[in-house]
């Protein structure tokens, strides 16, 4: 059925053909890649010295001039090669001048349907589509640039489609429906400003820099040393310039198939986490932040290792960047119901353990409830990983020539790649075994759908 | 502990000695050709006693892959449960790997020129994690092939998805 005929922007296509993205899509896709045209042509002219005999400022003219050129000529035939279909079945995605690619994106392999505004895009009111199939390494698909209110329509659409729900395309004049949404957090600006400046890698670089400008002022020899100011000068920057500016306005909020994050100071991204997704919880305390009661919490998910793009709107593990202990329990428990990382049972490492972490050891534990796997290691930064049991890959014992003669083991419960790391090191060797194989059996309990309190045979016969 | 690597019931499936042989087929008859040319080429130029010492390496070497290929092929196992598939494997570094087949995600059988010839194959499944890496060696072909098709067919009928 073809989709709404009044639009301004483009009359109504045959399906064939498909709908254009937004005509400025080429001004700022070409605009991104114009400057990183300009960028290496000034640097390639002013490492060198110039071309021939054409003074330098007129080559800097040409270089930044030809680089807006090129950039945007490429980024009007992008725009102009492009085309998307909505038809009963699936999204296609037609592209390519030379090579003509045609990406299918059938209703049911949608996971996620995130929304990213890079700053170029976000200041012409466009917004870019990223949708996530389920499977395989290129499961993730972009519509550049759609205007923002219809990129939201889209996305209700896919979703509603990708969860069976028959959609109508809504053009633009009409409002698409509010989803129900709780909102669970908002991390306030001065939180992030703070936490990222009472983070550890942020302390150490300012120590770093404050050790180099003493050294450099106690030697006199600012010069020598003014390299290593600059590379920890960019690190400083990098760093707060990553935290702070993606992670301004963070708002976390709930609906019925997962979790929703939106951030971003200058682009910002709106990205959806499906509730079967999530692979597994790792809590993060630096050392400064658990004596101010914080939290930070990313999450593993299926797909999003493989994500390669931008750094600004990249897709973020980051579920929680900072929160009160109690707020993020409370996520904790939206995400992996019934678990709770405290009051578990605990496997400790035992004293022999030392010669492996002198001081580490006595901060490892594992455990395990009836929900979910539990690793906790860490003094300068604790780190706990929660997996759920209904989530297990595959569980290993491993034990090298130095464990053996103290007679440990490190444990691992598998995940995919994430910031999810859940192993017990150093344990002792018999508990490793043990642990071994109730974490099979709890994961093979959790996948039919038991519970493993039903399977104990009752105490006393 | 003796039996930290045991399988819970049963023993361990051995795989073929014929890894054993790949294994040093595939080590020491490189290790043997550089030594003879080194041999040789240094009796030429240089003093009588550093080629007897290169030579006395070279089948120091030797001897100590012979010994290593024998102990490593003998240290693999598997063993096929109900529900899962236990792996180990190991000498000084031992490992034992439990992967329910209802997260296998494909099972790949794979065998090298040499490996063919000897009639092995090399078993290697995989799930959603990358840390998994599970492999077996050394398995005679039609076991390998067993294994593989009855690897998929647990998958299929135990599948989880993700």
Not at chain 1, 1 to 4: C, K, L, T, V, Y
Not at chain 1, 127 to 141: F, H, P, Q, V
Not at chain 1, 309 to 315: I, M, R, V
Not at chain 2, 53 to 80: D, F, P, S, T
């Given at each position: 059925?073809?989709?709404?005929s009044?639009?301004?922007?483009?009359?109504?296509?045959p399906?064939?053909?498909?709908?254009?993205?937004?005509?400025?899509?080429?001004?700022?896709?070409?605009?991104i890649?114009?400057?990183?045209?300009?960028?290496?042509?000034?640097?390639?002219?002013?490492?060198?010295?110039?071309?021939?005999?054409?003074?330098?400022?007129?080559?800097?003219?040409?270089?930044?001039?030809?680089?807006?050129?090129?950039?945007?000529?490429?980024?009007?035939?992008?725009?102009?090669?492009?085309?998307?279909?909505?038809?009963?079945?699936?999204?296609?995605?037609?592209?390519?001048?030379?090579?003509?690619?045609?990406?299918?994106?059938?209703?049911?392999?949608?996971?996620?349907?995130?929304?990213?505004?890079?700053?170029?895009?976000?200041?012409?009111?466009?917004?870019?589509?990223?949708?996530?199939?389920?499977?395989?390494?290129?499961?993730?698909?972009?519509?550049?640039?759609?205007?923002?209110?219809?990129?939201?329509?889209?996305?209700?659409?896919?979703?509603?489609?990708?969860?069976?729900?028959?959609?109508?395309?809504?053009?633009?004049?009409?409002?698409?429906?509010?989803?129900?949404?709780?909102?669970?957090?908002?991390?306030?600006?001065?939180?992030?400003?703070?936490?990222?400046?009472?983070?550890?890698?942020?302390?150490f670089?300012?120590?770093?820099?404050?050790?180099?400008?003493?050294?450099?002022?106690?030697?006199?020899?600012?010069?020598?040393?003014?390299?290593?100011?600059?590379?920890?000068?960019?690190?400083?920057?990098?760093?707060?310039?990553?935290?702070?500016?993606?992670?301004?306005?963070?708002?976390?909020?709930?609906?019925?198939?997962?979790?929703?994050?939106?951030?971003?100071?200058?682009?910002r991204?709106?990205?959806?986490?499906?509730?079967?997704?999530?692979?597994?919880?790792?809590?993060?305390?630096?050392?400064?932040?658990?004596?101010?009661?914080?939290?930070?919490?990313?999450?593993?998910?299926?797909?999003?290792?493989?994500?390669s793009?931008?750094?600004?709107?990249?897709?973020s593990?980051?579920?929680?960047?900072?929160?009160?202990?109690?707020?993020?329990?409370?996520?904790?428990?939206?995400?992996?119901?019934?678990a709770?990382?405290?009051?578990?049972?605990?496997?400790?490492?035992?004293?022999?353990?030392?010669?492996?972490?002198?001081?580490?050891?006595?901060?490892?534990?594992?455990?395990?409830?009836?929900?979910?796997?539990?690793?906790?290691?860490?003094?300068?930064?604790?780190?706990?990983?929660?997996?759920?049991?209904?989530?297990?890959?595959?569980?290993?014992?491993?034990?090298?020539?130095?464990?053996?003669?103290?007679?440990?083991?490190?444990?691992?419960?598998?995940?995919?790649?994430?910031?999810?790391?859940?192993?017990?090191?150093?344990l002792?060797?018999?508990?490793?075994?043990?642990?071994?194989?109730?974490?099979?059996?709890?994961?093979?309990?959790?996948?039919?759908?038991?519970?493993?309190?039903?399977?104990?045979?009752?105490?006393?016969? | 502990?003796?039996?930290?690597?045991?399988?819970?019931n049963?023993?361990?499936?051995?795989?073929?000695?014929?890894?054993?042989?790949?294994?040093?087929?595939?080590?020491?008859?490189?290790?043997?050709?550089?030594?003879?040319?080194?041999?040789?080429?240094?009796?030429?130029?240089?003093a009588?006693?550093?080629?007897?010492?290169?030579?006395?390496?070279?089948?120091?070497?030797?001897?100590?892959?012979?010994?290593?290929?024998?102990?490593?092929?003998?240290?693999?196992?598997?063993?096929?449960?109900?529900?899962?598939?236990?792996?180990?494997?190991?000498?000084?570094?031992?490992?034992?790997?439990?992967?329910?087949?209802g997260?296998?995600?494909?099972?790949?059988?794979?065998?090298?020129?040499?490996?063919?010839?000897?009639?092995?194959?090399?078993?290697?499944?995989?799930?959603?994690?990358?840390?998994?890496?599970?492999?077996?060696?050394?398995?005679?072909?039609?076991?390998?092939?067993?294994?593989?098709?009855?690897?998929?067919?647990?998958?299929?009928?135990?599948?989880?998805?993700?």
């Open positions: 059925m073809a989709p709404g009044d639009e301004p922007v483009a009359p109504a296509p399906e064939r053909i498909g709908l254009r993205t937004h005509p400025l899509t080429g001004l700022v896709q070409g605009g890649w114009a400057a990183a045209v300009v960028v290496g042509l000034v640097s390639s002219t002013l490492s060198g010295d110039g071309w021939g005999n054409i003074p330098i400022w007129l080559t800097l003219v040409i270089a930044v001039v030809g680089g807006l050129l090129v950039g945007e000529a490429l980024g009007f035939l992008t725009w102009w090669f492009t085309r998307y279909v909505i038809d009963g079945t699936e999204l296609r995605i037609n592209s390519g001048m030379l090579t003509k690619s045609s990406r299918r994106i059938p209703y049911e392999r949608i996971q996620s349907v995130d929304i990213a505004e890079p700053l170029l895009a976000r200041l012409a009111g466009l917004a870019e589509l990223r949708i996530e199939m389920a499977g395989g390494k290129n499961s993730r698909s972009s519509l550049r640039f759609l205007p923002l209110a219809e990129a939201r329509a889209l996305r209700r659409l896919l979703l509603d489609r990708a969860h069976g729900r028959t959609g109508e395309v809504h053009d633009e004049s009409s409002e698409p429906p509010e989803e129900q949404r709780e909102l669970i957090a908002v991390v306030s600006p001065e939180r992030v400003i703070i936490g990222t400046l009472l983070s550890l890698d942020f302390l670089a300012i120590l770093a820099l404050v050790v180099v400008l003493v050294a450099s002022i106690w030697f006199q020899q600012v010069i020598a040393f003014l390299g290593g100011l600059f590379a920890l000068g960019s690190w400083i920057a990098q760093i707060v310039g990553k935290r702070v500016l993606q992670q301004w306005g963070f708002t976390l909020s709930r609906d019925s198939r997962g979790l929703r994050i939106e951030r971003g100071l200058l682009s991204t709106s990205q959806t986490i499906p509730f079967d997704r999530v692979q597994g919880v790792a809590v993060e305390e630096p050392y400064v932040w658990r004596r101010l009661g914080w939290q930070r919490l990313e999450v593993d998910v299926a797909g999003y290792a493989t994500a793009d931008d750094n600004t709107t990249s897709t593990s980051t579920l929680l960047p900072i929160a009160d202990a109690q707020m993020a329990a409370y996520v904790l428990e939206q995400l992996v119901p019934g709770r990382p405290d009051d578990i049972e605990r496997v400790a490492v035992p004293s022999r353990g030392w010669w492996f972490a002198p001081i580490g050891w006595r901060y490892r534990w594992i455990g395990s409830d009836d929900h979910a796997f539990v690793a906790r290691s860490g003094w300068l930064q604790r780190t706990t990983d929660v997996v759920p049991h209904h989530k297990t890959q595959s569980v290993a014992m491993r034990q090298g020539p130095l464990q053996r003669m103290r007679r440990v083991a490190t444990l691992d419960v598998h995940t995919p790649k994430g910031p999810v790391d859940a192993d017990g090191r150093h002792d060797e018999a508990d490793a075994r043990r642990e071994l194989f109730e974490q099979l059996e709890r994961a093979r309990a959790a996948r039919f759908g038991e519970s493993t309190t039903t399977r104990r045979p009752p105490a006393g016969g | 502990m003796d039996d930290l690597f045991a399988p819970p049963g023993n361990w499936q051995p795989v073929s000695p014929r890894l054993a042989t790949l294994r040093r087929l595939l080590l020491i008859v490189p290790i043997a050709v550089l030594a003879l040319v080194a041999v040789v080429v240094l009796a030429l130029l240089v009588w006693w550093i080629p007897v010492v290169v030579a006395v390496l070279a089948v120091g070497l030797g001897l100590w892959i012979w010994v290593w290929a024998g102990r490593n092929q003998r240290a693999w196992g598997y063993a096929e449960n109900a529900d899962d598939l236990l792996v180990t494997s190991g000498v000084m570094f031992k490992r034992l790997v439990a992967i329910p087949y997260r296998m995600q494909f099972v790949d059988v794979t065998a090298g020129p040499v490996a063919r010839a000897l009639g092995i194959a090399t078993v290697t499944l995989h799930t959603a994690s990358t840390e998994t890496a599970a492999d077996i060696p050394g398995l005679p072909a039609d076991e390998a092939t067993r294994l593989r098709n009855r690897l998929t067919e647990l998958g299929e009928t135990h599948g989880a998805g993700l």
